[in-house]
């Protein structure tokens, strides 16, 4: 489900205009899933959340530093919705995360490559 919903975001293009109401606040009604840290690059790590009551899914990529196991959660860099099915999707990425970018792009190649 994890990487369903990573790969989706490089399927929806974010908008967000200046004065805009804050892209975080969509997530005010999910909850985390327990035991759900992922590390996906050197710098950051993804959690999954949910809203049971909307039946949605979503995986939170933060900034991180880990060592011998244990993370340090910095501030939030991204987000990808969906439901069940894979649909209905919302996704957000902080402008400035180049980064993460670039890792998402890499980690959707790979796995175009695998599947192709």
């Not at 949910?50 to 910095?74: K, M, P, T, W, Y």
């Not at 402008?95 to 599947?115: C, D, F, H, K, V």
Request: glycine residues 6%.
């Amino acid at each position: 489900m994890f990487t369903a919903i990573l790969l989706l975001s490089l399927t929806v293009v974010p908008s967000l205009s200046r004065g805009a109401e804050d892209p975080w606040n969509f997530l005010d009604s999910f909850t985390p899933v327990p035991r759900s840290l992922t590390r996906i690059g050197e710098h950051y790590v993804a959690m999954l959340f949910v809203n049971r009551e909307q039946r949605l899914f979503a995986a939170v990529i933060f900034n991180a530093s880990c060592d011998a196991g244990r993370c340090e959660l910095h501030q939030r860099a991204s987000y990808a919705v969906a439901n069940a099915e894979g649909s209905n999707t919302r996704l957000y990425v902080e402008p400035r995360e180049t980064e993460l970018m670039a890792l998402i792009g890499a980690i959707y190649a790979q796995n175009s490559r695998r599947s192709g």
